[in-house]
């Protein structure tokens, strides 16, 4: 199974249990944006941030392990489920890290499962910031910059 097809099952069930229609972020939500290879490691996904850093964590957390994910990272909110590993963070993030306003994200829809992806604007945006962070600036730099580098020839900037 691709790893679209796992973030489209794990989608499938934040619909259908929490009414979450997830943020497909990461290397991921910028191959299905393209349709170019970037070769994720992971998953990442924006939920709304009671669901990760509120009240409802807990029932959250639950729900997953209920359902064949593995908690391999509380701090970093990461599961793991048949190998992938499912990292969740707070959509609503965005607005301060990349002056991204949630209702600017375009949601689509793939045989009835909802789910947000970010425009290439966007993807610039985060990629730009995110190549800011003392972390990523070292683990991440290189990869950072060849996407930002893709993302601008795309917009033709």
Known sequence: ??????????????NDKFNIVPLLY??????????ITFNADDIDILVPQVF???ERWTEFRSFLENNGYELTDEHEHTFRKDGVDYSYASVE??????????RDINI????????????????????IKSSEDGYRMN??????????EFIKSLLCL
């Open 93 to 102: 993030g965005l607005k301060d890290f990349a002056d991204i306003d949630i």
């Open 139 to 148: 683990v991440k730099e290189k990869q950072d910059n060849q996407k930002i």
């Open 52 to 54: 990760v850093t509120g």
């Open 26 to 35: 990461g290397s991921l939500g910028l191959e299905v944006l393209t349709n």
């Open 1 to 14: 199974m691709t790893k679209f097809n796992c973030f489209l099952q794990n989608a499938e069930m934040l």
């Open 108 to 127: 689509r829809n793939s045989s009835g499962t909802e789910y947000m992806l970010l425009s290439l604007e966007q993807y610039l945006k985060v990629y």
